[in-house]
């Protein structure tokens, strides 16, 4: 019988509830009864726009009406077979059912609940509000039971609201008030989005701003660079043009010393060849006639009396070039560093929030390895280079300049910039936990200069030092540290990580060079099982 009724309903029309009769079917796909449909249409006409009674698609011009012959045969072959009488039947309304509030005597299963009449109908009383222009703006939805809780029982009206158990409005009133309460929180809310918006061009602002102020001084900064460079050239080729003339005047001086040297050596042999030829004369008168006018020789010039003395002028000249490129380098390097300042001064301000909890701190992980360069000879390396181990032996490392020869530390070979975080397991009870420029010098322990910080790790405590100053560290210890580092804000804190993190000690400094994560074993400590380790995090 239910299988029945459904299909009795799927060739029924929407508006008379009927069978289909001469059915039609519109351009959306739904089928009328062609008069239920042309009527329903007529109400439309003033429009020139008509309507789909249930899915409400709008059609201009009106559609041409033809029948459905498939439809027809089908509705035909219904009736033949009396499936009217179960649709009658099914469409009862039974106890789970929604009933249809018009309906007298037995009532009928409600298709429809109507939020503006507050009440559920059938489908031949839903018929006017299908029909009715007045009534087609109604909101129909699916049946529902709740709408009889908003009419009153005792009186045939809307039921009233109770405000404060003595003063009553009505829902008209009441979304009055409500509406009110609606726009105040609307211009609430365009106010702060003003705001808003207000902030946001003026971080736009300071973006272009700074973008402009950055371009300019990157233009002015090369211009004076260029200026710089070209005084530089300019300097040179001075220096070149005085070194080269300096060097024409000396090499014409000893040319034309060279000159007279060789006229007196060319006619002091031609002297000893006459002296030689009168020495073979065997005449004796001859000999004694010629010999006073040959033997005559004119001033000796002796080349010890010639003034030959070391040119010093070129070694000055290079000694001074020396001189001003030290004075050069170190003025760039102070003004270098005043512009690192500077810049870090800016940052500092525009800084982020430091991180509070372990997952946020893992967001700015960084893996680290050792650098086999810098360990000590009485270090172990293991773990691809994230583990080091304190030894009794000395190991067969070959000699590099970075090497720490006598301190017991090692530097790790990542340098570190930006925002990094990292943790270290250690194990023994004269482990010290660092970060450290790369210039901090082979026999320089960490802390102890102020080119590095270090955290020093006991049984029961900690001490941390920098610039050889050392303060206490009070709080839980456990064989896991983090350090973060906040390099342009110029952070640097040390945490215990257990089951929760905790702040041992945090510095708030400038720093001028990239750093680099270091370990170290206080020797008066140690003992052979002490280790470090880098711990990979996820």
Avoid at 49 to 63: A, D, M
Wanted: aromatic content about 8%; overall charge neutral.
């Amino acid at each position: 019988m239910a299988q029945r009724g459904v299909q009795m309903e799927k060739i029924s029309c929407p508006i008379c509830m009927d069978l289909l009769k001469d059915p039609v079917t519109i351009p959306c796909g739904h089928s009328y009864c062609m008069n239920c449909i042309k009527t329903n249409w007529e109400g439309e006409d003033y429009k020139r726009l008509y309507s789909c009674p249930q899915c409400r698609k709008t059609f201009k011009p009106r559609p041409i009406l033809e029948k459905n012959i498939m439809l027809a045969e089908l509705v035909k072959e219904m009736k033949e077979t009396g499936h009217q009488t179960a649709t009658a039947d099914h469409c009862y309304a039974g106890p789970e059912d929604v009933a249809c509030d018009v309906c007298t005597g037995r009532k009928m299963k409600a298709v429809k609940s109507c939020l503006v009449c507050l009440a559920s109908y059938c489908e031949e009383d839903l018929k006017p509000h299908y029909i009715a222009p007045p009534l087609k703006k109604h909101k129909l939805v699916d049946p529902s039971k709740k709408l009889q809780d908003n009419i009153s029982s005792h009186h045939d009206e809307v039921m009233k609201m109770f405000m404060g158990g003595q003063e009553t409005v009505s829902p008209e009133a009441e979304r009055t008030e409500k509406q009110t309460e609606l726009q105040v929180s609307r211009q609430q809310i365009q106010h702060r989005i003003q705001d808003q918006e207000k902030d946001l061009k003026l971080l736009q602002q300071e973006v272009e701003a700074t973008n402009v102020s950055a371009d300019k001084a990157v233009e002015d900064s090369e211009k004076i660079f260029t200026e710089l460079i070209h005084l530089i050239q300019k300097r040179s080729s001075d220096v070149k043009q005085q070194i080269r003339s300096q060097q024409e005047t000396e090499v014409s001086r000893v040319k034309d010393l060279q000159e007279k040297l060789e006229q007196k050596i060319t006619e002091l042999k031609r002297k000893d060849a006459e002296l030689e030829q009168l020495s073979k004369t065997e005449d004796h008168n001859q000999f004694l006639h010629n010999y006073p006018s040959l033997s005559a020789l004119s001033e000796s010039t002796h080349s010890s009396s010639i003034n030959i003395h070391p040119l010093r002028y070129f070694e000055d000249v290079t000694a001074a070039v020396s001189e001003l490129r030290d004075k050069l380098q170190d003025l760039l390097r102070d003004r270098g560093t005043n512009v690192s300042l500077a810049v870090t001064e800016v940052e500092v301000i525009r800084s982020e929030p430091e991180p509070k909890t372990r997952v946020e701190f893992l967001e700015y992980s960084q893996e680290i390895t050792l650098d086999p360069n810098t360990t000590n000879r009485k270090l172990l390396l293991s773990e691809g280079n994230r583990k080091v181990t304190r030894m009794n032996q000395q190991q067969s490392y070959p000699d590099h300049p970075d090497r720490f020869t006598y301190c017991h530390q090692v530097l790790s070979r990542e340098s570190l910039t930006g925002r990094c975080y990292w943790e270290v397991e250690r194990r023994g009870r004269g482990v010290y936990v660092a970060v450290s420029y790369k210039n901090v010098g082979s026999a320089e322990w960490f802390g102890f200069n102020d080119k590095s910080w270090s955290l020093y790790c006991y049984t029961n405590s900690y001490t941390f030092h920098h610039n050889n100053t050392g303060i206490s560290v009070s709080g839980p210890v456990s064989s896991r540290l983090g350090v973060y580092l906040d390099h342009r804000a110029g952070v640097l804190s040390f945490y215990n990580v257990s089951e929760t993190m905790t702040l041992l000690n945090r510095v708030q400094t400038t720093f001028t060079q990239p750093l680099h994560a270091g370990i170290g074993f206080y020797s008066s400590f140690c003992s052979s099982i002490d280790s470090a380790e880098f711990i990979k995090l996820k």
